[in-house]
């Protein structure tokens, strides 16, 4: 049998597309093209990443981009630092890729998202997601943490997606 990349499937309101919450690939004893290969059997039409380029080198990651077109899919890198709250080098690269995003999610093709382990930088970017969709942040927040118990308990995370719902971010129409 062949090992398998875990991920975990976050339904969405208001679109057909699904995230696909995950480590990183390459990273869970799958190799790297294996482990795109999976996620792209399993619907991932785009994949965010957002870890550093630096913690990319550090797991000997630097060709993933190019594997993830290569194996079909879109590659949006948009990284944040481990355990803290993304800052303003996101949130422009945030309003950039995000109708991208939205027009995959409405066409019901679905999106990967990782940073290093899946739960604390993945859990933030796929509530943001879901609040730029317009579900209320608790709820946003709840949503995550039914698939992903680890992620959003950062107080960074938390007070950045808080000012986000008062309105810091793009919402969808």
Known sequence: MRP???FWSLELP???GQLLLTPC????QVALSQALEQLRLAGAHGVITLM???ELEKFELTQLGQQVT???MRWFQLPISDDRAPDAEFDVRWQ???PS???LLQDGKHVAIHCRGGSGRTGLVAATILLT???PPLEAIAMVKAIRPKALTLATHLQWLHRQSLGGIALAD
């Open 4 to 6: 398998f990349h875990p």
């Open 14 to 16: 208001r679109v057909d």
């Open 25 to 28: 690939p390459g990273t869970q």
């Open 52 to 54: 550093t380029t630096t």
């Open 70 to 72: 290569q194996a079909g």
């Open 96 to 98: 950039q890729v995000l």
């Open 101 to 103: 995003l939205l027009d």
């Open 133 to 135: 969709l317009g579900q």
